[in-house]
Antibody, heavy 118, light 106 residues
Framework: QVQLVQSGAEVKKPGASVKVSCKAS????????LHWVRQAPGQGLEWMGL????????TYAQKFQGRVSMTSDTSTNTVSLDLSSLRSGDTAVYYC???????????WGQGTLVTVSS | DIEMTQSPSSRSASVGDRVSITCRAS??????LNWYQQKPGKAPKLLIY???TLENGVASRFSGSGSGTDFTLTISDLQPEDLATYYC?????????FGQGTKLEI
């Protein structure tokens, strides 16, 4: 079954870091880039960055530069998003999405809620 | 960054209506435009890619058009299950920005 399965919900204090994972199955992991998109409560979608699971440097949105890291592990078909120096504005559902030809985001994870609260 | 502007922000319609949602890019994005449907508590679902190509398995009442800076998503014969928020997204350059969304109420 072709799917992306994300790790569970997290609650973090301001200033802390969070790691969200996204495990791919049912397709050739290295053939598709994976992107991260987040959605704050009641808000729209915000693109965060992308990673090529097969190698190469990730590309991050300028807004997150310096406190975001995206990594890939081909042995477990998993990509991870690390976000540091968390603040309340980072409270959101974080999605991973597979991107194929024509840059279509055709497969999404179920989303991971990250809550930042003191 | 390329700014994507959708209109309207919300729209009320009836079953059987034909509904159009527009998306304008702040610069030329050729046909690098995707449309998504998102229902509450769910991940977005791809409807249209490359401005006008229907994703496999998506109902044929959904269609997309446009190129350059102006794009339209049309839903013909609106169904109750089309209650959702719709987003456009440009994939011409990073960051792959989204429109602010159009909430469709039936």
């Amino acid at each position: 079954q072709v799917q992306l399965v994300q790790s569970g919900a997290e609650v973090k204090k301001p200033g802390a870091s969070v790691k969200v994972s996204c495990k791919a199955s049912g397709y050739t992991f290295s053939n598709y880039y994976l992107h991260w998109v987040r959605q704050a409560p009641g808000q729209g979608l915000e693109w965060m960055g992308l990673i090529n699971p097969g190698g190469g440097s990730p590309t991050y949105a300028q807004k997150f530069q310096g406190r975001v890291s995206m990594t890939s592990d081909t042995s477990t078909n998993t990509v991870s998003l690390d976000l540091s120096s968390l603040r309340s504005g980072d409270t959101a559902v974080y999605y991973c999405a597979r991107v194929g030809i024509y840059s279509k985001f055709d497969l999404w994870g179920q989303g991971t809620l990250v809550t930042v609260s003191s | 960054d390329i700014e994507m502007t959708q209109s309207p922000s919300s729209r009320s319609a009836s079953v059987g209506d034909r509904v159009s949602i527009t998306c304008r890019a702040s610069q030329n994005i050729l046909i690098y435009l995707n449309w998504y449907q998102q229902k509450p508590g769910k991940a977005p679902k791809l409807l249209i890619y490359a401005a006008s190509t229907l994703e496999n398995g998506v109902a044929s009442r959904f269609s997309g058009s446009g190129s350059g800076t102006d794009f339209t998503l049309t839903i013909s014969d609106l169904q109750p299950e089309d209650l959702a928020t719709y987003y456009c997204q440009q994939t011409s350059t990073t960051p792959h920005t989204f429109g602010q969304g159009t909430k469709l109420e039936i």
